[in-house]
């Protein structure tokens, strides 16, 4: 369902597309070629899953850090001792394609759905971009699955919220929805996972 790639491969291919004006076709390098065309600099990708989103389209989803000062595309990033701080985004794109769309995250949250997403196994379904809602196969307790969507948010200052929505095919408004919280400290450690609702995964 989806794939990582290590941090130092991503480095690499993205020093070689800002080097060659995001010529590359892969999906770390066309996501730094967008950080660069928006805006950004210093841009380097660092972590890259595949999802299907909601629709059914597969998507490569690239999260990218760079500095963002004074973009023409409506954002600044927070400036600390007149320095624009570097912000995270995640470009997501069609495999092959040049272009996709974006989601700019506030500082330190891409960081925080990825611990989160350790303090249980039934998160590994879960994407860890907050924000974004893909398909997923939800297990159950009698060693089935149930098509569904699933989606990390962002849940007040420190939480990042779990939710899984089924069945998949009925409409937006008709499905169940439950999930759980995780709530991290300053230093991004697991200080209370809390349910919401009942999970399909968490039933006996």
């Known amino acids: 369902m989806k794939y990582a790639v290590s941090a130092a491969l991503l480095a690499a291919i993205a020093v070689g597309a800002a080097g060659c004006g995001g010529s590359g076709t892969t999906p770390a390098s066309v996501a730094v070629h967008q950080a660069i065309m928006s805006g950004g600099t210093q841009a380097s990708a660092l972590r890259v899953e595949r999802w299907r989103i909601s629709n059914g389209d597969p998507v490569d989803v690239v999260l990218v ?3 963002f000062c004074g973009t023409d595309n409506g954002y600044t990033a927070p400036k600390i001792d007149g320095r624009c ?20 995250l506030p500082h330190g949250d891409a960081q925080r759905a990825v611990a989160a997403s350790k303090a249980r196994r039934a998160f590994r379904i879960f994407p860890r971009f907050p924000g974004l809602l893909v398909r997923c196969k939800i297990p159950t307790a009698g060693g089935g699955t149930v098509a569904g969507l699933c989606e990390a948010k962002l849940s007040g200052s420190r939480g990042i919220a779990f939710l899984e929505h089924w069945p998949r095919d009925k409409p937006q408004g008709h499905r169940n929805t439950a999930g759980w919280v995780v709530t991290l400290d300053r230093g991004d450690r697991v200080l209370r996972v809390q349910r919401t609702g009942s999970p399909l995964q968490a039933r006996s």
Request: aromatic fraction near 18%; avoid cysteine.
């Open 65 to 67: 850090r760079a500095r």
């Open 85 to 104: 701080v570097p912000q995270e985004v995640y470009f997501a794109t069609r495999p092959g394609a040049k272009g996709g769309f974006s989601d700019f």
